[in-house]
């Protein structure tokens, strides 16, 4: 990948920085052999960002060109809102506290070059500061009244850089570009970049460690070079071509704002905006599969004037779920007419609605993983012991899940698999587990879930490596469209 350092003038770039074309501003925004490249990287030097200025142009054309411009219009124009520099101070408060604390002055400047700054002890602040503002030469500009707080944040014109601090940017620069330039990889051309949204310290996740390395591995058998970012990371979107979220995602939560974030920068996104609202409200999958006749248990969608129906209509006992529940938290089973009452009103109290369900004991639930509108494993997840769900939110180590028996697709029943291919088809061609219940020769989609587990050991046993690859070649199908300006 092409490397540009876009400035207005050459002649004014101090800095000799190895590895980097540098490019007056002029010439990246009109010669024809800039706009026509095919992939580079555009980091904007331009003495000013100002909306409709040249270095606005160059951000806003590089992202045009299907270029990664740092930094991108959306940091630009985060560094000039007040709001948001006031939201990011807030975020950092702590971190602001610690690191100025032994600062005696009422103001204090801070450089920021790429991430880092001359005197190491103010580095952490430095690199949080990156991360949401993502511009290579930052200043940023703390007050102190009651309290320190970031009160402006801008960019630093590379003719401004104080002569004795060249030699530290110039090898801060040298390693952020050598780690963020072209794979070192011998045998493969890396031609895009994707994001893994992934919180090892959660306390349930989508995929374990070593799933999350083996879709790393995946990709990069196929030129995707793949890395792991955290919720800090949200100003760093633009950068990549595509994202894939493997963190539990919830409307009032990062994991939608990044998956917003990413749709609008143009990335392929895993799992898009649309499918994370669809699958995370149980009122709206009810209220799906009831229109599009798709057999469920027996569901009433609960409100405070209908309460003293779902024993009539659905017996006991019955499973009461909160809109948003997620790993079987905020479902219950109520064994009777007083625990209905009290457990629906109670979860009445966060939400207008919630859903009820006619109980159905099963040994085990199907999972049925699909992506790309077709199959790509069944599990049978059997109930953890002495309970009633898969998963027992108050067991210990031993004894919280239940086991996990995977099948080949073709010896899944046939019923079980087409309902579940009917189900996820409703929601979009994203990545969906769609759980099942057979009873009998009747089919029950309990619901269908976006961001489904693929852990190590589990969803994998039987395609191994070749369920990561699959996987990534959606994706890469995706990014090769994109490309071609068809639809994804």
Request: net charge neutral.
């Amino acid at each position: 990948m092409r490397i540009l350092i876009v400035v207005n003038d050459p002649e004014e770039w101090p800095l000799q920085v190895p590895g980097v074309e540098v490019v007056s501003a002029r010439s990246y925004l009109v010669e024809p052999k800039y706009a026509d490249l095919d992939r580079a990287k555009v980091f904007n030097f331009c003495r000013s960002y100002r909306y409709q200025a040249t270095g606005y142009y160059v951000s806003l054309l590089a992202a045009a060109r299907g270029h990664k411009p740092i930094p991108d219009i959306a940091t630009i124009q985060d560094m000039k809102s007040q709001t948001v520099v006031r939201l990011m101070s807030d975020e950092l408060e702590e971190m602001i506290q610690e690191s100025l604390a032994d600062i005696r002055s009422r103001r204090f400047t801070l450089s920021i070059y790429f991430g880092r700054n001359l005197s190491g002890k103010y580095d952490r602040l430095s690199a949080a500061l990156f991360k949401l503002f993502q511009a290579p030469f930052v200043r940023a500009e703390f007050v102190h009244t009651d309290k320190w707080e970031l009160q402006s944040i801008g960019p630093i014109a590379a003719r401004d850089i104080p002569d004795g601090h060249h030699p530290f940017v110039v090898d801060v620069a040298s390693q952020y570009l050598a780690g963020r330039g072209p794979s070192l990889k011998p045998r493969i051309v890396e031609r895009y970049d994707m994001a893994i949204l992934f919180d090892p310290k959660a306390p349930e996740v989508a995929s374990d460690e070593p799933a999350i390395d083996k879709f790393i591995k995946a990709a990069a058998g196929l030129g995707i070079h793949a890395e792991v970012i955290g919720k800090e990371d949200f100003a760093r979107v633009a950068e990549f071509d595509a994202l894939f979220i493997r963190e539990t995602t919830s409307v009032n939560h990062h994991t939608y704002r990044f998956s917003r974030r990413a749709v609008a920068e143009g990335l392929v996104v895993i799992d898009d905006p649309e499918s994370i609202l669809k699958c995370t409200n149980k009122v709206y999958l009810a209220e799906l599969l009831d229109r599009r006749k798709i057999l469920t248990p027996p569901t009433l969608i609960v409100h405070r004037d209908n309460l003293d129906q779902i024993v009539p209509q659905l017996g006991l006992p019955c499973i009461l779920k909160q809109p948003d529940s997620a790993f079987s938290q905020g479902v219950i089973k109520a064994d009777t007419e007083a625990e209905v009452i009290q457990q629906a009103g109670d979860m009445l109290e966060h939400s207008d609605l919630v859903i009820a369900q006619k109980f159905l004991p099963t040994a085990f639930d199907w999972r049925i993983g699909i992506i790309d509108r077709k199959p790509i494993y069944a599990c049978q997840y059997f109930m953890a012991g002495k309970h009633w769900q898969i998963i027992n939110p108050k067991g210990d180590e031993d004894s919280r899940y239940g086991r996990v028996k995977t099948l080949p697709v073709e010896l899944a029943p046939a019923t079980v698999v087409r309902t579940a291919l009917k189900a996820a088809n409703l929601i979009g061609d994203g990545l969906y587990g769609v759980d099942l219940k057979q009873v009998g020769r009747q089919c029950y989609v309990i619901e269908v879930n976006d961001n489904p587990t693929i852990q190590s050991g589990f969803e994998d046993a039987i395609l191994k490596g070749n369920l990561y690859h699959r996987v990534m070649e959606v994706f890469l199908q995706r990014l090769e469209r994109r490309r071609q300006g068809l639809p994804t």
